[in-house]
C-alpha cells in the first residue's frame, strides 16, 4: 500500500507565477493514491487553469467562497474529511489573511474550519518575503503551528535571482508524507550508512561495489518521517536523499572516512542502523601517478579495512545496533553468527540471488534476525516498504 493512500489532501493554490509547479505536486501524490481537492483562489485561477487542476486531481475543485454541494456547506465538509492542508505557493496575500483570521475565500474558509495539520510553502520575491510585514505574519503562523517550508534561494519569476523561489515540488512531497506519518521515533536520534565506500586505487581508478544506498535512505527516510533525528552517513548515492530538515547528510568516500564520522556520531545516538555496502579492503598503498597500461598483467596488494559494525557493537554505551548482512549462501546460519559475532541486536538479511539482487533494484526481500535466530521474514516488495516494516520490528524492541 502507498503511504498516501486512504489519505485526503487539501492542496491550496495562491495566485502566484510558480503555481504551475504545483501541478507536479497533485500528479506526485495522486501516483501515492492520496485523495485530493484542489482550492485555488480567484487570483490562482489566472495562473492555472480549473481544467487542469480537476483533470489532474480526479476531483471538481473548490474555487467559490459561497459554494453548496448537494445542500451541504463545501468549505465545511472539506475541513471534516481533509488529513492535511498544503498552500503551494502561498502568497504574501494569502500569509497575511491567514495569519489575520479572513474567510473571503473557499480556502481560508476552509483552514480556518480545519483542525490538522497545516502546511505552506511561500513563494514570492524577495523583498516581499523579507517585509517585516509578511515576516511578522510569519511569525503568527509558525506560533500557531503552521509548517513553513521554504522558501528556497534560486531564480524568481522577475528574472532576478534571490530567496523566494517555492520550495520543490519534491521537498513539498516529502513534508506531506512526513506530516501524515505518526511519530513514534520522536525524541529519537538516530545513525544511518547507506551506498557503497570508495577505495582509491590511484588518482583516475578505484575499487568499489554496486550498492546504490536505495535501502539506507530508504531507512533514514522512515526514520526521519516517524520523527527520529536521522545523521546519514553515506558514500556516492545514486538517489537523492529526501529533502528533510530532520535528515542530516555527512557524505564520505572511503571505509576510514565513514569509520571516522560513524565514531564521531555514535556517542549521541539510540540507534544505528548500518545499511551501507563497505568496502572490506583497499589498496596497501595508493598510486600518485595514474598506473600505466604497459604491463600485460598488475597485482593489487590489498589491506583489510576496519570492520565498522563491529567497532559499533564495542562502543560503551552501544546504540541499539542493526547490521545488513548479503550472503549467497547459508543465510540464516551465516546471518545468525554475524549478529552474535559483531554484537548487534538485530541483523537484516538479503540472500543475494538471481532473484532477488538486491544490489541497485527497488525491490528487497529482507530475513530478520536477532542473536537467537529468525524474528521476520520480509516477503519481496519496495525498499520504503521493507524499511517501514523493519522499523515496526525496532520499535517492539527499542526501549524508549
Ligand atoms: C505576474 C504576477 C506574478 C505574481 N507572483 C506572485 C508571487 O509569486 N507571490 C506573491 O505573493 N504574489 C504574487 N503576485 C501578486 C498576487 O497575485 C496578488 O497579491 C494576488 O492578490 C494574490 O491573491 P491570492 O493571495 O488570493 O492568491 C503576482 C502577481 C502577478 C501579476
Known amino acids: ?155 524568481l519569476a522577475s528574472g532576478r535571482q534571490g530567496l523566494g523561489r517555492m520550495a520543490s515540488v519534491n521537498a513539498l512531497f516529502e513534508h506531506i508524507l512526513s506530516a501524515l506519518t505518526p511519530k513514534d521515533f520522536a525524541g529519537i536520534e538516530a545513525l544511518v550508512t547507506a551506498g557503497p565506500t570508495v577505495e582509491n586505487l590511484d588518482p583516475v581508478r578505484f575499487l568499489s561495489n554496486h550498492s546504490s544506498g536505495k535501502m539506507g535512505v530508504a531507512l533514514a527516510r522512515a526514520l526521519a518521517q516517524r520523527g527520529a533525528l536521522v545523521h546519514l552517513v553515506h558514500g556516492p548515492l545514486s538517489v537523492a536523499i529526501p529533502e528533510l530538515s530532520n535528515i542530516k547528510s555527512y557524505p564520505v568516500r572511503s571505509t576510514h572516512d565513514m569509520l571516522e564520522q560513524v565514531l564521531e556520531l555514535a556517542a549521541n545516538v539510540q540507534l544505528a542502523i548500518c545499511c551501507a555496502a563497505v568496502a572490506d579492503y583497499r589498496q596497501a598503498k595508493i598510486a600518485q601517478e595514474k598506473i600505466k597500461r604497459s604491463e600485460d598483467t598488475i597485482t593489487l596488494s590489498l589491506v583489510k579495512n576496519p570492520d565498522i559494525l563491529a567497532r559499533l557493537g564495542q562502543t560503551s554505551p552501544k546504540p541499539f545496533l542493526i547490521g545488513f548482512a548479503a550472503e549467497t549462501a547459508n543465510l540464516e546460519i551465516n546471518a545468525k553468527a554475524k549478529c552474535q559475532q559483531k554484537n548487534c541486536d538485530l541483523i537484516c538479511a538479503n540472500l543475494i540471488s538471481k532473484s532477488n539482487p538486491a544490489f541497485a533494484t527497488d525491490d528487497n526481500e529482507v530475513l530478520i534476525l536477532d542473536q537467537k535466530g529468525p524474528v521476520l521474514h520480509i516477503k519481496s516488495q519496495r525498499k520504503d516498504c521493507v524499511a517501514r516494516l523493519i522499523l515496526d520490528t525496532v520499535h517492539q524492541r527499542l526501549v524508549f
Open 1 to 155: 500500500m502507498k503511504q498516501a493512500a486512504a489519505k485526503h489532501v487539501t492542496i491550496g493554490i495562491g495566485g502566484g507565477i510558480s503555481a504551475y509547479r504545483t501541478l507536479e505536486l497533485i500528479r506526485l501524490l495522486k501516483k501515492n493514491e492520496a485523495s485530493i481537492t484542489v482550492a485555488p483562489t480567484k487570483a490562482a485561477l489566472h495562473f492555472v487553469t480549473e481544467l487542469s487542476l480537476e483533470t489532474l486531481s480526479q476531483n471538481a475543485c473548490l474555487s467559490l467562497p459561497l459554494q453548496t454541494n448537494n445542500g451541504q456547506i463545501s468549505h465545511i465538509e472539506e475541513a471534516y474529511q481533509s488529513d492535511l492542508i498544503i498552500i503551494a505557493p502561498a502568497t504574501c496575500d494569502l500569509i497575511a489573511k491567514m495569519a489575520h483570521g479572513f474567510a473571503d475565500e473557499i480556502l481560508l474558509q476552509t483552514l480556518l474550519s480545519f483542525q490538522g495539520p497545516v502546511l505552506i510553502a511561500p513563494a514570492m520575491e524577495t523583498h516581499m518575503w523579507q517585509h517585516p510585514a509578511t515576516q511578522a505574519n510569519i511569525e503568527t503562523l509558525r506560533n500557531r503551528g503552521v509548517q513553513i517550508i521554504g522558501p528556497d534561494n534560486g531564480d
